[in-house]
């Protein structure tokens, strides 16, 4: 895979580490362990991806990332900690990184988490999304944190923990995942598995306004496929699922629960029945 990322720490052996990972995978690797020199390499180069340290001489972590995001607020971010606590990851979060490395790492995990990260980072801009500011990534992780709070105490949360942040994330990235399992006290793994056998739940970037098309048997039977095939005709979805300027995006399901109003699109949380399948696209010029 390509990519050019900046790795940062003051470690020269995580650098090297780093780099004899991912540069014989495809990724254009620079590295540096002083953070001011960072700073000028991010001011004069386009860089996909930053990896660095929280914890270092001078400039740390935390006002590197402040001053990307200044700089060069489409990079994505990476963050290695070696204090993976939950206050610690809700503070990171906070500043709109896309995942982070707990110290330490093995090769397996490293090469993993960059490749989602830039596969992530490819799609944002490849459909123009303008990325939080600081200040929107605070409320979003603020308000994730009061989902995990207010459910955490009751077993078997974890369902409605993830139905809320998916509604208010949109989608559920690895990091999403991780901080979730750390606030409810479960492992990564059992928020994985859920989040990965349930087909209400992505973890892929959706669109603004997301298109539900039900192909169940009741909406098969009224023509949900006309439906589907004069959507992906008119808005030209790419292979995620989403349109060039992202807008919308789509997945098929299987049922609605309103079998009587078939054929059934939902957009967003907005239920549409009894869809002509001639009109189909008359119902998308309300969202803007």
Known sequence: MEGNILVVDDDAIVVKSCDSVLAPEGFTITGTTDSDAAIELIRGNDYDIVITDLVMPGIDGFELIRQINAIKPSTGIVVITGFASQQNIKDILQLGIIDYLSKPFTPHILLETITKAMHLMKKIKAIATIPDTEDEAKK??????????????????????????QDLMGYLPPSVQRFIANGLRIPVSEVY?????????????????????????????????????????NLKFDEDNITADGKFSYETVR??????????????????????????????????
């Open 140 to 165: 979003r992780t603020d308000a994730l944190n009061n989902i995990i709070s207010e459910h955490k105490a009751t077993p078997g949360s974890l369902l409605r923990v993830l139905e809320s942040a």
């Open 193 to 233: 598995s859920v989040v990965s056998f349930y087909p209400y739940f992505t973890m892929k970037i959706r669109g603004r306004h997301h298109i539900r098309v039900c192909v169940g048997n009741a909406c098969h039977a009224k023509k949900s496929g006309q439906i589907l095939t004069r959507l992906k005709r």
């Open 255 to 288: 049922c609605l629960g309103a079998c009587g109003f078939a054929p059934i699109v939902e957009i967003d949380h907005d239920t549409h029945g009894a869809i002509d399948p001639d009109k189909a696209l008359d119902i998308l010029k309300d969202y803007h």
